[in-house]
């Protein structure tokens, strides 16, 4: 089985900010591990993956996650906010023997001025 | 390169009607998904082909949903009768048969107000 947990449902930083979305993963075997935004009205954008090639992923938008292995985690990181950050946030899964793709739950994200 | 194409966008019905919704991947793209979205929730994937077979729809309420996807390529989702409960975005999907790797594309959505 497979599942991912998201750290916090929302989150609020200042423009110019860290912004940083935790995500957890359970899985028994190599996963493949992708972040998604979903701005208001809109449906998904793929910002990064993670396929077991570096462990450090750059994505669009200045966004990069890193896998760990040992944690369990695909924690997502921007350095500095800015106001069309504002959106939702969602980590998935695929499983290397499986091609069901699994979602977290969310994050919001709000940037403050 | 045509994205995920959906309609109808928006939807409004009244419990025990039925509706249907049509999802029309990118070109080539053997894997196509169907996911429920409720408000304040991640995605939860309804059913999953593989060109014209079904591959997983373990989470398809299919006393009320159904789903085809004709030649491998269009698919429909359908529900009959709706409930309040399947008030939700339905959002579709499409990747390349490879790996599972593949990035996934979504469409845009269609907002389902049942009441």
């Known amino acids: 089985a497979q599942s991912v947990t998201q750290l916090g449902s929302h989150v609020s930083v200042s423009e110019g900010a860290l912004v940083l979305l935790r995500c957890n993963y359970s899985?028994?075997?190599?996963?493949?591990l992708f972040w998604y935004v979903q701005y208001p009205n809109q449906g998904l954008q793929l910002l990064l993956k993670?396929?077991?090639?570096?462990?450090l992923v750059k994505g669009i938008n200045g966004f990069e996650a890193e896998f760990k292995k040992s944690e369990t985690s695909f924690h997502l990181t921007k350095p500095s906010a800015h106001m069309s950050d504002a959106a939702e946030y969602f980590c998935?899964?695929?499983?290397?023997?499986?091609?069901?793709?699994?979602f977290g739950a969310g994050t919001t994200v709000t940037v403050r001025a | 390169e045509a994205g995920v194409a959906q309609s109808p966008r928006y939807k409004i019905i009244e419990k025990r009607q039925s509706v249907a919704f049509w999802c029309n991947p990118i070109?080539?793209?053997?894997?196509l998904y169907w996911y429920q979205q409720i408000l304040g929730q991640g995605p939860k994937l309804l059913i999953q082909?593989?060109?014209?077979?079904?591959?997983?729809d373990s989470q398809l309420p299919k006393d009320r949903f159904s789903a085809e996807r004709l030649k491998g390529v269009d698919s429909t989702l359908k529900i009959q009768p709706a409930k309040l409960e399947d008030s939700a975005v339905y959002l579709c999907?499409?990747?390349?048969?490879?790996?599972?790797?593949?990035?996934?594309?979504f469409g845009q959505g269609t907002r389902l107000t049942v009441v």
């Open positions: 999907a499409s990747s390349s048969y490879g790996n599972p790797g593949s990035e996934a594309f």
């Open positions: 899985s028994s075997v190599p996963p493949y």
């Open positions: 998935a899964v695929n499983l290397s023997n499986d091609y069901k793709l699994s």
């Open positions: 082909f593989q060109n014209n077979g079904v591959v997983d």
């Open positions: 993670y396929t077991s090639a570096a462990t």
């Open positions: 070109s080539g793209h053997a894997t």
